[in-house]
Each structure stands twice: as C-alpha cells, then as structure tokens.
C-alpha cells in the first residue's frame, strides 16, 4: 500500500506545483565596455596588473542586487548578472584599459602571472549597485604602485540618475564603470 501511495503523493505535490502557470522568465544581462570609437589616452608600452581587493559579499551573487530607501537590500527573483559580477567587472575594466592605452599589456591578478615592473592597480570595490527611481552608486578606492611602492592612490565615486529596471541599472553601472577606466587610465598614463 505505501509503494503506491508515496507515487500519488508526488503526483499530487508536482501537480500544485504546476498549478501556479509559467514561471516568469529569467534575465541576463552583461555589463559592457566603452563605445569602438572611444579615442585613446596614450600610446605608451605600459604593463599593468589590476586586482580587486575586496568586493562586497552581497554583490557576489548571480540574481541582480538594488537598494531600498530604508538601506535594505532587495534580490531580483527574475533578474541576473550572466557573469559573476566581481568577474564581468575586471573584464570589462580590461577590455576598456586595452582599449584606452591600445600599447599597454594587461594582466589580471591572481589569475594571470604579474611582470615585475608593471604598474600595479588594486581595487577595493565599496559600492557598485543602485536604488530605482534614485540613482546608481559606484564607489572604488584604488591604489597604484610600482616596484613595491604606492605612488598614487585615490577614490572614485559615481552617482547617476537611474529609472526603473534592471536592463537601466546595467547601463549606468556600465556608464560608470566606463568613466573609472578613463580616469585610471589616465593616472596609469601619467606614470
């Protein structure tokens, strides 16, 4: 009797289950680099190295991450990063620095092996999320050394407008993110 009863009852479970209709379609979304045409900061043979230090936990997650007024944090169900966030970030800050220094080489700690003479860049990622109907917050303190000594340092902080959903947060984080390679590139430029 149990062997056919235990059958009927995940029959049953599966059916209410599906009795909610379709789930709601899951979206991805990517942050993107700088536009093609974007003209560069140097032309000198630098050699780079970035590392993010620290990234908050919260943000580490695959669902997309916003802020409410009360400083809450709210998990989009529906929405997600097609990347790991702290991941799609230092590819895009490549890509960008590849592109803004075109001479310059770019590796990627721990991952890849750092020359010995290159320009260090460590990030210590504070924000880098928003508030609907608010504004996107991104806030990077970063240092920059050479043979073992720190000869720059600073903070980035980028507050914008933003509207409502997930495909707009994606953009001004991007926007932002775009606005940081500039910067640091520059400073990058100048050593």
Not at 5 to 27: F, N
Not at 34 to 53: A, F, G, M, R
Not at 104 to 118: F, G
Request: charged fraction near 20%; charge should be negative; proline fraction near 6%.
């Amino acid at each position: 009797m149990m062997r056919l009863l235990l059958p009927l009852v995940l029959l049953i479970c599966t059916s209410c289950i599906q009795l909610g209709g379709e789930p709601a379609a899951t979206h991805h979304f990517l942050l993107t680099g700088l536009s093609p045409d974007t003209p560069s900061v140097s032309s000198d043979n630098l050699t780079i190295d970035i590392k993010v230090i620290d990234f908050p936990d919260y943000l580490k997650q695959k669902n997309m991450v916003t802020r409410n007024r009360d400083n809450s944090i709210k998990i989009a169900s529906a929405a997600r990063w097609a990347d790991p966030l702290p991941d799609s970030l230092m590819r895009v800050l490549r890509r960008n620095l590849y592109q803004l220094l075109p001479e310059a080489t770019v590796t990627v700690s721990p991952w890849e092996q750092r020359p010995a003479e290159a320009l260090q860049v460590k990030l210590l990622i504070n924000d880098f999320s928003g508030r609907f109907g608010d504004q996107v917050n991104i806030d990077i303190n970063w240092l920059v050394r050479k043979a073992g000594s720190t000869i720059d340092r600073g903070n980035f902080s980028y507050q914008h407008p933003l509207g409502q959903g997930y495909s707009n947060l994606a953009l001004e984080l991007s926007r932002g993110l775009d606005i940081f390679s500039h910067e640091i590139a520059e400073e990058l430029a100048a050593h």
